[in-house]
Each structure stands twice: as C-alpha cells, then as structure tokens.
C-alpha cells in the first residue's frame, strides 16, 4: 500500500520483499483475491488474507485516505490504524 502520488519502484519493492521481480496485477487478478475492483481495493476485507507491504513513507502523514471497496468510496485511518487493521510489513518502496 503507498500513496496514489506516491509510484512505488518495482525494483526496490521486489528487494523490500525478498521477491525476484514485482509486477502489477491485472485487474481480474485483483478482483479475484480482493473481490473488490482496482480504484477501489480496500485495506480489509477480503475473501481470504493476503499478504500486505505498506510503504513507510505513509508515516509521514496524520490521516490516511484509504479505499473502501468501490473507486468513489475512501475512509480515513491513522498509520497505526493501517498497520493493526492489515497486520501489514512496513517497507521501502522507493
């Protein structure tokens, strides 16, 4: 998870996460593991837990506008919020 204006280095994200290589979902993917559509995916609330990576640079701000499961839909959460809500890893993204 970073900020909309935030692009995440595909590099950097996959050596955040141990991974060979990073790519971006396609969205039929996303729908299928979140049940939600892209614009709109929520921090929670999906079929099944899935593994979460926040960018640390999220910190940085005292209120974080996050999707909530349609593209007009957001709802506000502190940082800590976040992390407790997705039990999510805290990474470099850029």
């Known amino acids: 998870m ?8 595909l590099a950097v994200l996959a ?9 971006m979902a396609q ?3 996303v729908r299928e593991a979140t049940g ?7 921090p929670v609330g999906h079929p099944a837990p899935l593994p979460t990576f926040i960018d640390s640079a ?3 701000h005292d209120a974080i506008w996050a999707a909530a499961g349609h593209p007009h839909t957001v709802m ?4 800590a919020q976040l992390s ?3 039990a999510g890893t805290v990474i470099e993204v850029v």
Do not use: E, K, N, Y
């Not at 970073?2 to 280095?9: F, I, K, L, P, V």
């Not at 506000?76 to 940082?79: E, H």
């Open 27 to 29: 969205p039929a993917v």
């Open 58 to 60: 999220l910190q940085q």
């Open 2 to 9: 970073t900020s909309g204006g935030h692009r995440a280095d």
């Open 15 to 23: 050596r955040s996460i141990g991974a060979r290589a990073v790519a």
């Open 84 to 86: 407790s809500l997705t």
């Open 76 to 79: 506000p959460l502190t940082f």
């Open 36 to 42: 939600q559509a892209i614009g709109g995916v929520a």
